[in-house]
């Protein structure tokens, strides 16, 4: 149900700025980098995929977002970038590609 939620999530982020703040407002930002560190650590490569999607698209779309919201992602990304999986390596260099031009 979680990776639904996120794979949902990831949707709405993605579809405009506005949509994704209202994402960042309702404190969606915390709950996204809590999967991550979960599904990293237990190896669940399918959740840990979409949640970093989620992620990518959390701090993606111009204006760029608070740089609260940036600064709180940027541990997780560093963790991800650890990790040997080329699908989770594009999109967490995604983000950090999101995050430069901000």
Do not use: F
């Not at 608070?66 to 080329?86: C, F, G, I, Q």
């Amino acid at each position: 149900t979680r990776e639904q939620a996120v794979w949902c999530l990831s949707n709405v982020a993605g579809d405009c700025a506005s949509l994704r703040d209202m994402l960042l407002g309702c404190g969606a930002l915390p709950s996204v980098l809590s999967m991550i560190e979960e599904m990293a650590t237990t190896s669940q490569m399918g959740p840990l995929r979409n949640a970093t999607w989620c992620l990518s698209n959390l701090v993606r779309n111009k204006p760029a977002p608070a740089l609260e919201h940036v600064e709180r992602a940027l541990p997780t990304l560093a963790k991800l970038l650890s990790l040997d999986d080329s699908e989770l390596m594009m999109d967490t260099m995604w983000a950090l590609s999101h995050v430069a031009e901000a």
